[in-house]
């Protein structure tokens, strides 16, 4: 299994950017897709996450406002749209994939965990200049 995100860059503080993360070796039906990120010397922090069979979707507090999580069925991803981009969330960007799909019911709270995604990918650089 391996999971690929894509869509960093180099981009100025305001930009909008998309990032994607595709699959190998499973498809996403049946599984919570998460989104994480981690800058130099920090530890890695919940980004949101899409539950794919019901479409449950969860964002972290602190970017809500900027970041939202979609799934596309055409080509079997799912992408973090950002908007309004600062220099605070320059970053390597990973997607990950649970052991399973959460229940409605916990879906907010385990979404969040790191220990429970299974697969991750090899990250994504986000880089935003001020």
């Known amino acids: 299994v391996q999971l690929q995100a894509s869509g960093g860059g180099l981009v100025h503080a305001g930009d909008s950017l998309r990032l994607s993360c595709a699959a190998s070796?499973?498809?996403?039906?049946?599984?919570?897709i998460g989104w994480f990120r981690q800058d130099s010397g920090k530890e890695r922090e919940f980004v949101g996450a899409?539950?794919?069979?019901?479409?449950?979707?969860a964002v972290a507090d602190s970017v809500k406002d900027r970041f939202t999580i979609s799934r596309d069925n055409s080509d079997d991803t799912v992408n973090l749209q950002i908007y309004k981009l600062k220099p605070e969330d320059t970053a390597v960007y990973y997607c990950?994939?649970?052991?399973?799909?959460?229940?409605?019911?916990?879906?907010?709270?385990?979404?969040?965990?790191?220990?429970?995604?299974?697969?991750w990918g090899q990250g994504t650089l986000v880089t935003v200049s001020s």
């Open positions: 070796g499973i498809t996403f039906s049946g599984y919570t």
């Open positions: 899409l539950n794919w069979n019901r479409g449950n979707t």
């Open positions: 990950a994939a649970s052991s399973g799909s959460f229940a409605d019911w916990d879906f907010r709270t385990r979404s969040r965990k790191i220990n429970e995604y299974v697969y």
